[in-house]
């Protein structure tokens, strides 16, 4: 098992052809041997939440399950809690 759940998936820029699917995304935590949930907390993210964009039961158009995606690296996209004001 891996120390640092969070870091899995960390990249500096996401591109197209880095894009993970979901399949390959949960067959990694797997392979850390990280429980979804874990993952999750970790993150500050719902679990169930999680699954759901893991399954494919979610858009992540925007919200929670948008940045799950992201930090998942299913989806490009800003990471928007590091931007301290949109205007």
Do not use: N, Y
């Amino acid at each position: 098992m891996t120390s640092d759940p969070i870091s899995i998936f960390r990249r500096d820029k996401a591109t197209a052809s880095s894009l993970l699917t979901e399949a390959q995304a949960k067959a990694a935590l797997a392979m850390a041997g990280v429980s979804v949930a874990d993952w999750a907390r970790a993150r500050g993210f719902s679990p169930e939440l999680t699954r759901m964009v893991l399954a494919g039961k979610r858009k992540c158009l925007r919200g929670q399950s948008h940045q799950i995606a992201v930090e998942l690296g299913i989806k490009s996209g800003v990471d928007l809690r590091s931007v301290d004001r949109l205007c």
